[in-house]
Nanobody
Framework: QVQLVESGGGLVQAGGSLRLSCTAT????????MTWFRQAPGKEREGVSC????????YYADSVKGRFTISRDNAKNTLYLQMNSLKPEDTAMYYC?????????????????WGQGTQVTVSS
C-alpha cells in the first residue's frame, strides 16, 4: 500500500521560512517524479515544484521561483520543499504527489499517488 505523508506545515509570519517533508512508503521512491501542489480555499490545485527521478531536473511555478527549493533524498524516501521569503499568498494546503511518468508536471491529473496534505499559513 502506497502512502505519502507530509509534515512541516504551520503558521509563520510573512518573510519567514518553512521546510516541508514528504515521506513515501510502499513504492520505489527513486524512480518516481515527485511534485508539490498547493490548494487555497476557493482555488484550483496548482503545481508548485517538481523534481524528476532522473537527473534530477527541477521545475518551479513562476510564483515561487527564487524563494522555494525542492529536493529529494532517495535513501530516506523523502521529498522536501524549502520555502523562504514566504508571502500571505503562499497560504494553502500543500500536497506531495508521485508519478512514474508525467506529461506536464503541473497537471494534477497526471499523478497516481497523493498525500493528505499539510497546512501552511502565512500571516501578514
Amino acid at each position: 500500500q502506497v502512502q505519502l505523508v507530509e509534515s512541516g506545515g504551520g503558521l509563520v509570519q510573512a518573510g519567514g521560512s518553512l521546510r516541508l517533508s514528504c515521506t513515501a512508503t510502499g513504492l520505489t521512491f527513486g524512480v518516481y517524479t515527485m511534485t508539490w501542489f498547493r490548494q487555497a480555499p476557493g482555488k484550483e490545485r496548482e503545481g508548485v515544484s517538481c523534481i524528476t527521478w532522473r537527473g534530477p531536473t527541477t521545475y518551479y511555478a513562476d510564483s515561487v521561483k527564487g524563494r522555494f527549493t525542492i529536493s529529494r533524498d532517495n535513501a530516506k524516501n523523502t521529498l522536501y520543499l524549502q520555502m523562504n521569503s514566504l508571502k500571505p499568498e503562499d497560504t494553502a494546503m500543500y500536497y506531495c504527489a508521485a508519478a512514474s511518468f508525467v506529461g506536464g508536471w503541473w497537471l494534477a491529473t497526471g499523478y497516481r499517488y497523493w498525500g493528505q496534505g499539510t497546512q501552511v499559513t502565512v500571516s501578514s
